[in-house]
């Protein structure tokens, strides 16, 4: 086989029987290829519609991250900068540089009306994609067609994985390639190329969100499952060589850049991470009640209960089972994330959803067991060929009542959920406060917002967007307003989210603007405020002649991380 041009004439072993559950399997006869062609094309058909199905307009604005990453794409493509602001090393870009790509590919600002739309389209793909490596990760685990293909629809039909799957996430391009890299290990070859595949899908997990680093150990667990004794040492090693290159290129950037270490009058990495770590505060444990990351997980539970609870309890189980042990440690390490406390993202739960459907589909599949052909147990005798039919049948009980409970009470509840957002628009009076801007916010004038409509009122109006979560923070955003408040025509907010309260403290220019403003203009929970700049005259004495700012904040980590909250909300709850 070859790999960039080059033979590799030594990667291939003999099959170590002591290795793995048995010896490379054929290849399947053309009608068994055709028969698994269907059933992966019947899942991709059903979650695919159930994705697209009001795609635009559920979920709306519950997290201010989405309209983040739609903006440092948009810089990333049109400005030609790592961010629309100081980028100060909070997450690597390879995420939204994806996102820029599809919108290159696309031109899709050119035929929306709402810049997101570009982001959730492209969501879409990546979760057709991650299907497909969803399914093939099956096949490779040694599910049956209809086992792969049902984790394919738990997967992508759960309302948890709508709400997650269309969502402008990092975490979702994080998860495909996370599926992608297990995929890769999983193969009956046991080939450097898998070990290559598997090292550099994983390093475009880490550059794409950091977090997904944590599933490390059980990717390498997969990859000692499925490589040969003799070079195990040899591949493992490549592995890491591949795979810290990869991700070693981010550091490396920061080197050049001169952002490595901290230092005055610039961001840096170290600084950064050393906030992420030490300074930031955390969420808390799930054990504690009421924690913030005890809420996080109810919104979970409140979206679909079914699919976590089965995911969880399919794990135990799966650690018996020999090929599904690193797959359920993958579940187990995140969990054990969340019952230590620290700082868990809004979107933590978007790759266990993958684990859990396939943990459930492999343990279902193994309950299941392989039918047995006629000539089976022909030794045996009449009672013996008996005994077998019914105890092959008796341990099928449990995956019976599991798919005839899935069929009567979990499937309509799932139907229930995606009919009643179908006819939701989260995002109608956002459309109607960046209409109202185009139409009557003067050319050049400052509109301080969320990142939501940041894009559309930088491309669509005359305006100037400035971000609420950048102000008092960002060196950049500090020369633009050098008479603080005062530089502030318009404001577009919604006072009814908890996040707003989380960006007045240590925004002292965003609070003298509130102070000074007054609301002008309705559109549902958003207000669009008018700042009232006083005349000299009105000034004290003291005042006058000099900038009414205040300093702005040393730079050094991501304003708007606080902005998503440790805590998130529950669905009907307003946020950014």
């Known amino acids: 086989m070859t790999l960039a041009g080059v033979t590799l004439d030594w990667e291939w072993e003999e099959a170590e029987l002591d290795l793995l559950d048995g010896p490379p399997p054929s290849p399947p006869p053309v009608r068994r290829r055709w028969a698994t062609l269907l059933a992966l094309g019947a899942a991709l058909a059903v979650v695919g519609a159930a994705t697209a199905w009001n795609l635009q307009g559920y979920p709306g604005r519950v997290n201010n991250d989405e309209g983040t990453y ?4 948009w810089a990333m493509l049109y400005e030609h900068h790592l961010s629309n602001y100081t980028y100060f090393w909070d997450h690597p870009f390879g995420g939204w540089a994806a996102i820029a790509g599809w919108m290159r590919l696309t031109d899709g600002l050119a035929w929306t009306s709402r810049a997101l739309m570009v982001g959730r389209d492209f969501m879409w793909v990546v979760t057709m994609i991650t299907s497909v490596l969803v399914f093939v990760l099956a096949r490779r685990l040694g599910m049956s067609r209809v086992a792969s293909a049902a984790a394919v629809a738990l997967f992508g039909l759960s309302p948890l994985a709508v709400f997650y799957h269309r969502l402008v996430f990092l975490d979702n391009l994080s998860t495909m390639w996370v599926v992608a890299a297990l995929a890769a290990a999983a193969t009956w070859r046991r080939s450097l190329a898998a070990v290559v595949w598997s090292a550099a899908f994983f390093a475009a997990a880490t550059w794409s969100k950091e977090t997904s680093a944590l599933l490390l150990p059980a990717l390498v667990w997969l990859l000692v499952r499925y490589t040969p004794r003799r070079n195990r040492v040899k591949y493992l090693m490549i592995f890491a060589v591949i795979y810290g290159g990869l991700v070693g290129m981010w550091p490396l950037l920061a080197v050049v850049k001169g952002e490595l270490l901290p230092g005055p009058g610039h961001v840096s990495m170290l600084g950064e991470s050393f906030y992420q770590l030490a300074v930031r505060p955390g969420t808390g444990t799930i054990l504690h009640y009421r924690s913030a990351t005890w809420v996080q997980a109810s919104l979970w539970f409140h979206l679909d209960r079914w699919l976590p609870e089965a995911g969880m309890a399919a794990a135990l189980p799966a650690l018996v089972i020999r090929r599904y042990r690193p797959i359920a440690a993958a579940i187990g390490i995140q969990v054990l994330y969340l019952v230590k406390g620290g700082y868990v993202p809004y979107a933590f739960v978007t790759v266990m959803i993958p684990i859990w459907a396939l943990l459930i589909s492999g343990v279902a599949d193994t309950v299941w067991g392989p039918g047995e052909p006629a000539s089976a147990g022909s030794g045996l005798g009449q009672v013996g060929r008996g005994w077998a039919l019914a105890w092959r049948w008796t341990r099928r009980i449990p995956v019976i009542a599991l798919a005839a409970g899935f069929a009567l009470v979990v499937a309509p509840q799932w139907w229930g959920s995606m009919r009643a957002q179908a006819s939701s628009n989260g995002f109608g009076t956002q459309d109607q406060a960046v209409a109202w801007v185009k139409q009557h916010v003067p050319a050049g004038d400052i509109v ?11 491309i669509r109006t005359r305006a100037v967007p400035v971000s609420l979560w950048q102000v008092n923070s960002d060196p950049s ?23 707003m309260f989380a960006a007045l403290p240590g925004r002292p220019t965003l609070n003298d603007a509130i102070r000074h403003s007054t609301v002008i203009k309705h559109f549902g929970t958003i207000r669009i405020y008018k700042v009232r700049v006083p005349r000299p005259s009105q000034l004290p004495s003291s005042s006058r002649g000099r900038p009414a700012g205040r300093a702005p904040a040393s ?13 998130g909300h529950l669905p009907g709850q307003p946020a950014f």
């Open 555 to 567: 730079p050094g980590r991501d304003p708007s991380d606080s902005r998503t909250g440790p805590a």
């Open 70 to 73: 739609m903006a440092r794409a």
């Open 448 to 458: 301080v917002c969320d990142d939501y409509p940041w894009v559309d009122i930088k």
């Open 477 to 499: 955003v500090s020369r633009m307003l050098p008479q603080g408040y005062k530089n502030i025509s318009y404001m577009i907010l919604d006072p009814s989210s908890p996040l």
